[in-house]
């Protein structure tokens, strides 16, 4: 442990005035920037309220790209971080639905899961 932390503290001088463990390639891939990660703003905790699984629902985007996101569910936790966005004017399957309930305000929302990409907000 202490040999560890002496090569870390050897690396962190060594970078200059950045200091930055991270970013020098030492943890992670080279850039990798673990503040941003911790500190990012597409992720949002929700609290399960209910799920359910159902035989593929047809889904069609219409005009507009729909955000979609990674589920890490915990006991009643649900984290969803953004992944990307579905492409406009397409047909996806949907197999499976969630309610959360957002810890703040107290309103529950549903999000659906897009079979092959991740979770849509489908709250009408």
Do not use: C
């Not at 990660?37 to 790209?65: C, M, V």
Request: aromatic fraction near 12%.
């Amino acid at each position: 442990m202490i040999l560890i932390l002496k090569l870390l503290t050897r690396e962190a001088l060594a970078m200059g005035s950045s200091g930055n463990v991270f970013s020098s390639g030492v943890i992670g891939s080279p850039g990798f920037d673990v503040t941003k990660w911790f500190t990012n703003s597409n992720r949002h905790e929700f609290i399960l309220q209910s799920t359910k699984s159902f035989k593929a629902r047809p889904y069609h985007t219409g005009d507009s790209p729909v955000t979609y996101y990674v589920a890490m569910i915990n006991g009643d936790r649900v984290m969803l971080t953004k992944q990307g966005v579905l492409a406009p004017n397409t047909h996806y399957d949907l197999t499976k639905s969630i309610t959360v309930k957002i810890p703040v305000t107290g309103k529950s929302q549903t999000f659906s899961y897009v079979s092959d990409y991740g979770w849509i907000n489908t709250t009408k």
